[in-house]
């Protein structure tokens, strides 16, 4: 049942996505309201079978968000995970212009399946898209550590990117923003709007000081309904107080605990300053919630 539910919501993506390039064209008329009762349709399909599946019967956990973008391509997965699902997830953002929506974060997630990586992609928008099946493991953490789970963290727990500036400079103008290199080795700048600009002064928890580009509220609400989501569709294998952020494993408290060339340093900086509160306080924030569902 669980598995013809996911089919279903795949289904109800593919169509629903072929009917908005279909009416990009003249291929209907969009007054005989024809395409939106196929949607329609679609919807009622979806809701009749959740309604349908009994408490046994969707003991397999789903593999695919409901609420999630899933594009044509897939991102690469180096295996199964030991009980075909994360124990927690990785905070991470992207490291790129805070802007696009649902398109943008196509595009980054489309460009991790050619870099070999593996992760849910957050626009701007809150759009949470997904290109791989939830019980496999792919790249997302490089060199990292945590306790009772060892270096490889990308193999029990899955990414979650956020599209979003992350840490950035202060230039001499006064301006925020981050600067990269083009391809043809000239520097560019991208900005940032001050409005949008947390200052860290002390190192905090597992937040560096410095400069942040926070997430959009849009981001943080549709990152914790994710989790929240990720907890309920496998409570037994999923824990709340494995919702790290790179900061933590690829930090002081993670790999700066094992490897001396990181000692009380940060290799990893994300989530830091950009999600409005540290990670104790999210996964407190997140164990509330789900306590209240
Ligand atoms: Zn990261």
Same mark, same amino acid.
């Given at each position: 049942m669980?598995?013809?539910?996911n089919?279903?919501?795949t289904? =109800?993506w593919?169509?629903?996505?072929l009917?908005?390039?279909?009416?990009?064209?003249?291929?209907?008329?969009k007054k005989?309201?024809?395409?939106?009762? *196929?949607? %329609?349709?679609?919807? $009622?399909?979806?809701?009749?079978?959740?309604?349908f599946?009994?408490?046994?019967?969707t003991?397999?956990?789903?593999?695919?968000?409901?609420?999630?973008v899933?594009?044509?391509?897939?991102? %690469?997965t180096?295996?199964?995970y030991?009980?075909?699902?994360?124990?927690?997830i990785?905070?991470?953002? *992207?490291?790129?212009?805070?802007?696009?929506g649902k398109?943008?974060?196509? !595009?980054w997630?489309?460009?991790a399946s050619e870099?070999g990586?593996t992760f849910?992609?957050?626009?701007n928008?809150?759009?949470?898209?997904?290109?791989?099946p939830?019980?496999?493991?792919?790249s997302?953490a490089? +060199?990292?550590?945590?306790?009772?789970?060892?270096?490889?963290v990308?193999?029990?727990?899955?990414?979650?990117?956020?599209v979003?500036?992350g840490?950035?400079?202060?230039?001499?103008d006064?301006?925020?923003g981050?600067?990269?290199?083009?391809?043809?080795?000239?520097?560019t700048? $991208?900005?940032?709007?001050?409005?949008q600009?947390?200052?860290?002064?002390?190192?905090?928890?597992? *937040?560096a000081?410095?400069?942040?580009?926070?997430?959009?509220?849009q981001?943080e609400?549709?990152l914790?309904?994710?989790?929240l989501?990720l907890?309920?569709?496998?409570p037994d294998v999923f824990?709340?107080?494995?919702?790290l952020?790179?900061? +933590?494993?690829?930090?002081?408290?993670?790999?700066?605990?094992v490897?001396?060339n990181?000692k009380?340093?940060? =290799?990893?900086?994300d989530?830091?300053g950009s999600?409005?509160?540290s990670?104790?306080q !999210?996964?407190?924030?997140?164990?509330?919630?789900?306590?209240k569902?």
């Amino acid at each position: 049942m669980s598995q013809l539910l996911n089919q279903l919501y795949t289904t =109800r993506w593919y169509i629903s996505k072929l009917i908005d390039d279909l009416e990009k064209g003249n291929a209907f008329d969009k007054k005989s309201g024809f395409t939106a009762e *196929i949607k %329609k349709e679609l919807n $009622t399909a979806v809701t009749l079978m959740e309604g349908f599946a009994p408490a046994k019967d969707t003991k397999k956990p789903l593999l695919w968000y409901p609420n999630a973008v899933i594009p044509n391509f897939r991102q %690469k997965t180096k295996g199964k995970y030991k009980k075909n699902y994360p124990k927690g997830i990785i905070v991470h953002w *992207i490291w790129a212009p805070q802007v696009g929506g649902k398109e943008n974060a196509e !595009f980054w997630s489309k460009w991790a399946s050619e870099q070999g990586y593996t992760f849910f992609t957050l626009g701007n928008d809150g759009t949470v898209v997904q290109s791989f099946p939830l019980d496999e493991w792919g790249s997302h953490a490089g +060199e990292s550590y945590w306790p009772n789970i060892g270096s490889s963290v990308s193999e029990h727990f899955v990414g979650i990117e956020i599209v979003c500036e992350g840490k950035i400079q202060k230039f001499a103008d006064g301006k925020f923003g981050n600067e990269r290199k083009t391809d043809t080795g000239k520097i560019t700048r $991208t900005y940032v709007d001050q409005s949008q600009v947390r200052t860290i002064n002390n190192n905090t928890d597992n *937040i560096a000081k410095g400069y942040y580009q926070m997430y959009t509220p849009q981001q943080e609400e549709a990152l914790i309904k994710l989790i929240l989501w990720l907890k309920q569709n496998n409570p037994d294998v999923f824990n709340l107080d494995l919702v790290l952020g790179h900061d +933590e494993v690829a930090g002081p408290s993670g790999l700066g605990l094992v490897n001396s060339n990181y000692k009380n340093t940060w =290799r990893k900086t994300d989530p830091g300053g950009s999600l409005s509160m540290s990670m104790p306080q !999210f996964r407190a924030l997140l164990k509330d919630k789900y306590s209240k569902l």
